[in-house]
């Protein structure tokens, strides 16, 4: 069975919380969870959406529904950073993830699954880190890391942890440590580390236009030629302000489902890339929308907005602090010039909590 819970307000329609699903794999009957069954600390808000559904309850005697521990089911929360939604899972008591990538895909399946662009691992730590975080996405690979995921990563963290206030995180990831802190607004700030700007280190095969560096490099797509700026964040970013055709992208006119995987596999980017299609709307105001590797489009991409203001400085184009508008929402992006590191501003919000037969 899957149980689901509106734990939040929303304002998106409420049917995409009940979604439709015959795989018999994940075949749920749909139950409805009151907040003070499974938060700790549940505090009354009215909704500003509701879901009348005549269904049976759950068995709730347990105080919080992520301890449940039944092996045969996978209990999780789904969050979301701007629209880019994620399923949160306890794995800190195995070494590897309780579901294969097989399994993931069927779940982040919009149609047939939960729906969601990844599932994310909250593992025990290691190397000195308080937690690992390892990552599926909806096509069954596996990231080095995810921005608006590991800002989803801190929120989950701190409700298991049942804890308040200001409270700052030493994550390991697949790109090395990032340190998410929660604020006392509720949006997390994010240490996204310094940006890896060698090309043979982010990696692509595109020649350096500068000292290792690839900006504003040609790269041929189907014949066009388009303006690159090559970025990792951990992870691979192609980031374009324009193309030969257009000098200046009105990134609202991209076909993004058709050029996005051409970009994705093209053959300079042995690691395929996450690409961000970018307008300029002042040195302080930048628009994208994103193809992301192995999630398609988005609404939103964290480490591809820090990699766009990188970009953006790199070009000239814009200051070192930024608003990235995304589809899903606005990121606060500061690319600081003392220590070279990268500061990403966000919220992450709880959508509903679930179980899932295994």
Not at 120 to 146: H, Q, T, V
Not at 164 to 188: N, S, Y
Not at 190 to 204: C, E, F, N, R
Not at 280 to 287: D, E, N, P, Y
Request: aromatic content about 8%; overall charge neutral.
């Amino acid at each position: 069975m899957v149980a689901y819970s509106n734990s939040l307000p929303y304002s998106i329609t409420s049917s995409r919380f009940l979604p439709s699903i015959s795989s018999p794999r994940l075949n749920p009957r749909l139950y409805v969870l009151q907040p003070s069954h499974f938060l700790r600390n549940a505090c009354p808000r009215p909704p500003s959406a509701s879901i009348s559904i005549d269904a049976p309850r759950m068995d709730l005697s347990q105080p919080f529904f992520l301890d449940r521990k039944e092996s045969s089911f996978l209990h999780f929360a789904k969050y979301h950073g701007l629209g880019n939604d994620f399923i949160l899972v306890d794995n800190r008591n195995s070494k590897e993830p309780r579901i294969t990538p097989e399994q993931a895909m069927k779940l982040c399946n919009r149609n047939f699954g939960v729906g969601a662009d990844g599932v994310i691992f909250l593992m025990s730590g290691k190397n000195g880190a308080d937690y690992s975080m390892r990552i599926f996405n909806s096509d069954g690979s596996e990231p080095e890391m995810c921005g608006n995921g590991i800002r989803c990563f801190a929120r989950f963290i701190s409700e298991l942890e049942n804890l308040h206030g200001i409270q700052r995180f030493k994550i390991h990831t697949g790109a090395g440590l990032i340190i998410p802190e929660i604020q006392t607004d509720g949006k997390v700030k994010v240490d996204m580390g310094q940006p890896i700007l060698l090309a043979s280190k982010i990696p692509t095969k595109l020649p350096a236009t500068c000292k290792g560096v690839v900006v504003k490099a040609e790269l041929l797509v189907d014949g066009l030629g388009w303006n690159v700026t090559c970025v990792s964040m951990g992870n691979p970013h192609c980031v374009t302000f324009s193309s030969k055709q257009h000098q200046a992208l009105q990134v609202d006119e991209i076909k993004l489902e058709e050029v996005g995987p051409k970009f994705e596999h093209h053959e300079m980017f042995p690691s395929r890339t996450n690409t961000e299609f970018v307008q300029v709307l002042s040195r302080t105001h930048l628009k994208m929308r994103v193809w992301e590797r192995g999630a398609g489009a988005t609404l939103a991409c964290g480490t591809g907005a820090c990699a766009v203001v990188v970009a953006a400085v790199l070009e000239g184009l814009a200051e070192r602090t930024c608003t990235v508008d995304l589809p899903g929402g606005p990121l606060e992006i500061e690319w600081r010039e003392q220590d070279d590191h990268v500061y990403m501003t966000g919220p992450a919000e709880a959508v509903f909590y679930g179980s899932v037969p295994l």
